[in-house]
């Protein structure tokens, strides 16, 4: 099956021409008939997360070839959604709900409760002064059920919480205004309202580092008692901001069996393979070479790394729900702009002029 897939692709963009009443006719381009998401049909649905660029020129056409699911990378989040009390910004939410209906995609919603990209006006109160909790969590509720209501026949899973646990030390929890507020109440809570407002959606924690054995343990303590409590939470979702030196093979295997043994279905929401190493895949310093060099030895890494965690992603198969990359391709990623400003990161599948790169060659050679 690999070797036939292969062949196929590497006739890349040309076009199949076939005999017909002895005249040759014009088939459809095979790029537009074959990608990751048809040789990956019989393990899970493989997306990519979008912004309002990427619905129309040449990114659409790749994102139609290769993905069967979407994420939105920031127009479902609560401050661009709603920027201001009941004031809602739909249109580029909209957009992107339509692209995904006129092309017969899956869409997951990102995200309802989060720390960052949340308007002021969700803490305070009239006075400029902080909310008392009750009205905190009014005001999620009536967030998520604005969110979730409007677009429920076309989202079929949430990442409802994203991002609680604290990364480093002794804390369990981040220190944000919702837990500052309401403790860990809002966590169940968001769930809760979630499942009301769409009792059909797949409701996702999701977070980052969480193959990272200490935050892994807390992730896991939370999730154990949302499960006992009976809080409607269906997936661990491991956002998958890796690089070309870590996770291990040993340090995903030892994830996927973790979260798996919860009971709960698991998908990699934001998959990107930096090439720097560091937090969060970069180093806060930066040398001038680094900035636009994709060097052999970073390309072999890369291809290694992608080979491997597609492997042991496809051992997981049958708890893993889902693969999305995060942003299309190297033309843009949003790590060109994090730890380091303005430094050219190649994390994915497709290089800066949308063609296939050998790592991609690598997660469909098995
Ligand atoms: O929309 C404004 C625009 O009006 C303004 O002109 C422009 C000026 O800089 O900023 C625009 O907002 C930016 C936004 O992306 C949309 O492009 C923000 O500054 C920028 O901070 C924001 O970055 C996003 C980041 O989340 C925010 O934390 C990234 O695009 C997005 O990829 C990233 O995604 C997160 C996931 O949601 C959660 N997991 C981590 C992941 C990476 O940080």
Redesign the pocket.
């Known amino acids: 099956m690999a070797y036939f897939k292969i062949l196929v692709m590497s006739i890349g963009s040309s076009f199949l021409l076939s005999a017909c009443d002895n005249q040759i006719q014009e088939a459809e381009p095979v790029s537009s008939v074959t990608g990751l998401k048809d040789i990956y049909a019989d393990y899970f649905p493989i997306g990519a ?1 979008l ?1 309002p660029a990427n619905l129309s020129g040449k990114d659409s056409s790749l994102i139609v070839t290769e993905f069967n699911s979407v994420t939105a ?2 127009v479902m ?1 609560p401050s ?1 959604i709603q920027p201001e009390q009941n004031q809602f910004n739909w249109g580029p939410a909209d957009a992107m709900v339509n692209f995904v209906e006129e092309n017969g995609l899956k869409m997951r919603g ?2 309802l409760c ?1 720390h ?2 949340v308007g002021d006006w969700m803490f305070e109160n009239e006075e400029g002064g902080e909310v008392d909790k009750q009205t905190l969590l009014r005001r999620l509720k009536e967030h998520i059920q604005a969110v979730v209501g409007r677009y429920q026949d076309h989202i079929y899973a949430w ?1 409802v919480v ?2 609680v646990i604290a990364d480093e030390g002794e804390a369990w929890y981040r220190d944000s205004r919702w837990y500052q507020i309401t403790g860990e109440e809002f966590i169940a809570k968001a769930f809760e309202y979630a499942h009301e407002a769409d009792s059909n959606a797949t409701l996702f924690y ?1 977070d ?1 580092n969480a193959t990272n054995p200490d935050k892994m343990e807390k992730i896991v303590k939370m999730l154990t008692q949302l499960k006992e409590e009976g809080v409607p939470i269906h997936g661990m979702g491991l ?1 998958g ?1 890796w690089s070309i030196y870590y996770p291990s093979e040993a340090q995903l295997r030892t994830a996927l069996e973790t979260y798996k043994e919860l009971g709960l279905e698991i998908q990699i ?2 998959l990107d393979i930096s090439v720097y190493p560091g937090e ?1 895949g970069g180093r806060r310093e930066k040398s001038a070479d680094e900035l636009d060099t994709f060097t052999e030895e970073m390309e072999q890494q890369q291809i290694a790394q992608y080979k491997m965690i597609f492997k042991v992603l496809r051992d997981y198969r049958d708890v893993i729900t889902g693969v999305t990359f ?2 299309v391709s190297d033309a843009h990623s ?1 790590l060109d ?2 730890p380091v400003k303005g430094r050219k990161n190649y994390p994915l599948l497709f290089d800066q002029n949308r063609e296939r790169k050998k790592a991609y060659e690598a997660v469909i050679d098995f």
Do not use: G, I, M
């Open positions: 997360s912004s990378e920031n989040k661009p990102h995200t989060w960052n990209q990442d994203n991002e999701n980052y956002q901001h929401t934001e969060s995060w942003n949003w702009n994090f």
